[in-house]
């Protein structure tokens, strides 16, 4: 039987007796203020980030005083917990700097001249004046003109569903 097949059959179970898991990253809006909320919640199935470096990229949509806008973002996996989510992270892939979209490079050895501080690992850079961001430091701008690292998206896990629901409220300044 595959792990995959094992996990599928233990998160059933698990939900029969009412002992699916519930965990939140980042929190929404309400009892805290860093974050708010989305208009719509992203749903994506939890076996879309199965090994490390998995990615998957989404749109979601943001009221702000100036009308709704468009956030990029992805989710992507930073570890090797085959059976957790500690290590998903979801990150708004709109450069703080201004505004161009960063793309995820997992062969990023190129990008050494561009800061001291990149050693290979994979990375977000930013096309435009190549700011470069580091996913395992959730997102902090490491070389570049960046100002910050990549806002984050506050998401939650519920049994076998990943739902991403809000963004740090900081990126209203990058969106006015
Ligand atoms: S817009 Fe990304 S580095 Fe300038």
Redesign the pocket.
């Known amino acids: 039987m595959t792990l995959s097949r094992r996990r599928a059959i233990l998160a059933s179970a698990l939900a029969f007796f009412g002992l699916g898991h519930k965990s939140v990253r980042g929190a929404t809006s309400g009892a805290h203020t860093g974050f708010l909320d989305l208009n719509n919640a992203v749903s994506f199935p939890t076996s879309v980030l199965n090994e490390r470096w998995d990615i998957v990229t989404f749109e979601a949509t943001l009221s702000t005083p100036k009308g709704d806008k468009r956030l990029q973002g992805a989710l992507l996996k930073t570890g090797d917990d085959v059976e957790g989510i500690g290590d998903v992270r979801a990150f708004c892939t709109i ?1 703080p ?4 979209h ?1 793309e995820f490079f997992q062969e990023t050895e190129r990008f050494r001249a561009i800061s001291d501080a990149v050693s290979g690992q994979p990375l977000f850079v ?1 096309p ?4 470069v961001f580091d996913p395992i430091a959730e997102g902090e701008a490491i070389g ?3 100002p910050r690292g990549l806002y984050a998206f506050a998401f939650e896990v519920t049994d076998n569903e990943i739902r991403v629901t809000g963004i740090e409220a900081g990126v209203l300044e990058l969106l006015s």
């Open positions: 450069c700097h201004e505004i161009c960063v930013c435009c004046h190549f700011s570049g003109p960046a």
